[in-house]
């Protein structure tokens, strides 16, 4: 392969003149003869059996072109673009053949290329890191959620229906008099004051006792999903079978030692305390970096190809639905589940994709302006952390992640380091 000539045609798209000798043309044109011989027929040769010249003669002599310029383009398009230094990104390409035959093949493409974008300003911006306190409030908020998973539920017999109680019920609902479809359950668990219901309906359960059977009178709002009821009065029949409620457990010493690997409440107390802080504080830097990340977007300056978004979208529609197969879902039923089609669904990514593409553009050409290099040592730690992760070994991620990718993912961390180390940031209020 032979690049013969490289020019930009307009913004981000390059055309490439590229030479195939006629060696490599040849040897092409004659395994394209041999894959397809099998299925032509000559007069006067047996399927499959006429020579290559003959084939020739009989269909045209650029009867194999198609075959062996297929075969030859992808790698020697790679191989011009490498040569160009030019990083294409995938889009249309724009394929002409100069000519073809015995002195070999000559073609032109016209490629999309990833934008020369200019940044300033990227060394002192300005972030507002929230400072959260946890209080012994939010702590004793964890305290109860732990509570709740190990309570019990309990019979209650000495009292009536309170807010926060499970009432088991019989119901049956009647508009005008007249029973409807879908009013009628028996042995019910009804959870009171969770707004299970039609509004009004548990506050008339709350004050009554096991075995008490009475009346309800409710209004089905206006809009509710069936046509029929919406807005009508209703009156339903109730029988209260059993009234339960849910008993916490008493938090001391021993309720810690169950649910805890700690002695005592005020070590459980100090333990929470401080995961919850961790927590705030790791939120805190979240922000922070968001806040980074959405000043970098602003600050990039550059014409961006519309294909980079729209590769970006396409990733992250093929992340999303790998998403929902781990759940048991895919992606048309998602669609016929949310009333969305495709194209509103690509919209709903756009955003995200526009801020991904913008942002690693940033920090990308951030890593050049600063001559970012990742050791030795640094990148073969990345190789060693993604075999952990995946549990494979580490020749085999280095088989299938390109060294020169990696070598760009690590810049770009150390790129986003780099402006974190160089911002100001303040306490907000």
């Not at 003869?33 to 002599?61: L, Q």
């Not at 107390?269 to 602003?298: G, H, P, R, S």
């Not at 990039?300 to 197969?325: C, T």
Request: glycine letters at 6%; aromatic letters at 8%.
């Amino acid at each position: 392969m032979t690049l013969k000539a490289s020019n930009q045609v307009e913004t981000n798209r390059y055309q490439l003149e590229v030479e195939i000798d006629a060696a490599s043309f040849e040897n092409a044109l004659n395994q394209a003869y041999r894959k397809e011989n099998k299925k032509i027929t000559i007069p006067g040769f047996r399927k499959g059996k006429a020579p290559r010249a003959f084939v020739e003669k009989f269909y045209g002599e650029q009867v194999f072109y198609e075959d062996a310029i297929n075969a030859l383009y992808p790698d020697a398009l790679e191989a011009a673009v490498k040569e160009a230094k030019l990083d294409m990104i995938e889009d249309k390409i724009d394929f002409d053949l100069v000519s073809a035959g015995k002195d070999g093949l000559v073609f032109k493409a016209t490629i999309t290329t990833k934008p020369e974008v200019e940044i300033e300003g990227y060394k002192g911006i300005a972030a507002k890191k929230t400072k959260v306190a946890v209080t012994d409030e939010a702590v004793d908020g964890e305290i109860k959620k732990v509570q709740d998973r190990n309570s019990r539920m309990v019979t209650v017999e000495d009292r009536a229906a309170e807010n926060g109680d499970i009432a088991v019920i019989d119901f049956e609902g009647f508009v005008d008099g007249v029973a409807f479809e879908g009013g009628k359950g028996e042995n019910y668990s009804l959870s009171l004051g969770a707004g299970q219901f039609i509004p009004g309906f548990e506050d008339q359960v709350v004050g009554h006792k096991t075995g008490e059977e009475f009346d309800i009178t409710v209004t089905f709002p206006e809009d509710y999903q069936a046509e029929e009821l919406a807005g009508k009065e209703s009156v339903f029949k109730i029988k209260l079978h059993e009234i339960k409620m849910k008993e916490l457990p008493e938090v001391d010493d021993d309720f810690v030692k169950d649910v805890s690997d700690f002695d005592t409440l005020d070590e459980y107390k100090a333990d929470i305390k401080a995961k919850l802080e961790e927590t705030a504080e790791n939120n805190a830097k979240d922000d922070v970096e968001n806040q980074l990340i959405d000043q970098l977007v602003e600050l990039v300056q550059g014409e961006i190809p519309e294909a980079m978004y729209q590769n970006r979208i396409n990733e992250d529609i093929r992340e999303f639905a790998y998403r929902l197969q781990s759940q048991g879902l895919n992606l048309d039923t998602y669609l016929q589940y949310t009333g969305m089609n495709q194209e509103g669904l690509r919209n709903s990514f756009r955003p995200q994709a526009e801020r991904q593409v913008k942002v690693r553009l940033a920090l990308e050409k951030i890593a050049a302006l600063e001559n970012i290099q990742p050791s030795g040592e640094e990148i073969e730690a990345e190789f060693e952390k993604i075999a952990k992760g995946y549990e494979m070994e580490v020749e085999k991620v280095k088989a299938f992640i390109p060294q020169e990718d990696l070598v760009k993912d690590i810049a770009v961390g150390k790129a986003i380091q780099l402006v974190r180390d160089n911002a100001v940031v303040t306490d907000a209020e």
